[in-house]
């Protein structure tokens, strides 16, 4: 473990440092200023990762699985808002803010679940992921670093999920996670002193790339943002039971995974008076929530809002 502590110390500490050489080399730059600021504010949340592995490794505080999980959850929270917000920046699209708005419902299972910490990093995993697709969308200037975090996106989902069927130790992954991050922050920076980034550069990509990868890219696409309906459709039904339960005085707990089912709740109550309506509200909820979608959305929400009404059904 002293090793694996040591591996992780040096994989931060280089996070953190390049961090700081870039906010240092391009903070004066107009071009790149208000990408490099919030991308370099990233800094303060592996610094604090550092510290606390720093006093892990001196044994000043015992490690647990469990802590780190926690804090490591809250670095990819503020890692994923500020690139969220980075990727705002520069396509300047507002129906980002529907991605942000999947996420943040998405969080909402988190609650639920006895692994609060793990689907708050799985999540975050699939913000990223999709982020880094549209990067490469929207700018040849940052693919590199879009393909890098793409990677890092992706290999840290597989390491989650198998953290999710109980294959390995946190802290081992975490470590892996964050290598393939540093690589993502180094072509990061070495692209951001490319030609300043707009989205209109994405008429010419796509005229240059090939029918294969346009179907890849958005194959891929598709699949992470249907995996985010669900997961939000799957939140906002076991919420609903689990509140509605609380109203009636009822105890709760969530089974995230059990011999391959879907995530449910296990409610008891001393009385059945509610018993009718906790089962609905589950089913209500979404329908609800999808109808709201489906008459203030645009094509795009309305799509979403029929996959949303869809997973509720399977889901109950």
Same mark, same amino acid.
């Given at each position: 473990?002293?090793?694996?502590?040591?591996?992780?110390?040096?994989?931060?500490?280089?996070?953190?440092?390049?961090?700081?050489?870039?906010?240092?080399?391009?903070?004066?730059?107009?071009?790149?200023?208000?990408?490099?600021?919030?991308?370099?504010?990233?800094?303060?949340?592996?610094?604090?990762?550092?510290?606390?592995?720093?006093?892990?490794?001196?044994?000043?505080?015992?490690?647990?699985?469990?802590?780190?999980?926690?804090?490591?959850?809250?670095?990819?929270?503020?890692?994923? !808002?500020?690139? /969220?917000?980075?990727?705002? +920046?520069?396509?300047?699209?507002? @129906?980002? &803010?529907? %991605?942000? #708005?999947? *996420?943040?419902?998405?969080?909402?299972?988190?609650?639920?679940?006895?692994?609060?910490?793990?689907?708050?990093?799985?999540?975050?995993?699939?913000?990223?992921?999709?982020?880094?697709?549209?990067?490469?969308?929207?700018?040849?200037?940052?693919?590199?670093?879009?393909?890098?975090?793409?990677?890092?996106?992706?290999?840290?989902?597989?390491?989650?999920?198998?953290? !999710?069927?109980? /294959?390995?130790?946190?802290? +081992?992954?975490?470590?892996?996670? @964050?290598? &393939?991050? %540093?690589? #993502?922050? *180094?072509?990061?920076?070495?692209n951001i002193c490319s030609k300043p980034l707009t989205h209109k550069e994405s008429s010419n990509i796509i005229q240059k790339e090939s029918n294969l990868m346009l179907f890849v890219r958005y194959f891929l696409f598709i699949i992470v943002l249907t995996?985010?309906?669900?997961?939000?459709?799957?939140?906002?039904?076991?919420?609903?039971?689990?509140?509605?339960?609380?109203?009636?005085?009822?105890?709760?707990?969530?089974?995230?995974?059990?011999?391959? @089912?879907?995530?449910?709740?296990?409610?008891?109550?001393?009385?059945?008076t509610g018993k009718i309506i906790i089962s609905l509200a589950g089913v209500i909820t979404p329908i609800l929530l999808g109808l709201f979608l489906f008459v203030l959305g645009g094509r795009f929400i309305k799509a979403i809002s029929f996959l949303m009404?869809?997973?509720?059904?399977?889901?109950?």
């Amino acid at each position: 473990m002293k090793l694996l502590l040591l591996i992780n110390l040096a994989i931060t500490f280089l996070i953190s440092f390049l961090f700081v050489l870039g906010f240092y080399r391009y903070h004066k730059d107009e071009k790149v200023k208000k990408i490099i600021y919030p991308f370099s504010s990233i800094f303060f949340a592996y610094l604090a990762l550092f510290i606390i592995s720093v006093l892990w490794f001196f044994d000043i505080t015992a490690y647990t699985p469990k802590d780190f999980n926690l804090i490591y959850s809250f670095v990819l929270f503020i890692q994923t !808002l500020i690139l /969220f917000r980075i990727v705002y +920046l520069i396509n300047q699209e507002k @129906n980002l &803010f529907y %991605l942000l #708005f999947a *996420y943040i419902v998405t969080l909402l299972l988190a609650y639920l679940s006895s692994y609060l910490s793990l689907f708050f990093s799985l999540t975050s995993f699939f913000l990223i992921l999709v982020l880094s697709f549209i990067l490469i969308r929207i700018s040849d200037s940052y693919k590199n670093a879009a393909y890098a975090g793409g990677i890092y996106a992706c290999v840290s989902l597989i390491l989650g999920f198998l953290l !999710l069927l109980g /294959f390995g130790e946190p802290f +081992l992954y975490g470590t892996i996670s @964050n290598f &393939f991050f %540093l690589f #993502f922050v *180094y072509f990061f920076l070495k692209n951001i002193c490319s030609k300043p980034l707009t989205h209109k550069e994405s008429s010419n990509i796509i005229q240059k790339e090939s029918n294969l990868m346009l179907f890849v890219r958005y194959f891929l696409f598709i699949i992470v943002l249907t995996n985010l309906v669900l997961i939000s459709t799957i939140g906002i039904h076991e919420l609903s039971h689990v509140a509605t339960a609380r109203i009636y005085d009822c105890e709760s707990r969530t089974i995230v995974y059990e011999n391959g @089912n879907y995530p449910y709740s296990e409610i008891i109550c001393d009385n059945l008076t509610g018993k009718i309506i906790i089962s609905l509200a589950g089913v209500i909820t979404p329908i609800l929530l999808g109808l709201f979608l489906f008459v203030l959305g645009g094509r795009f929400i309305k799509a979403i809002s029929f996959l949303m009404v869809g997973f509720n059904i399977i889901a109950s």
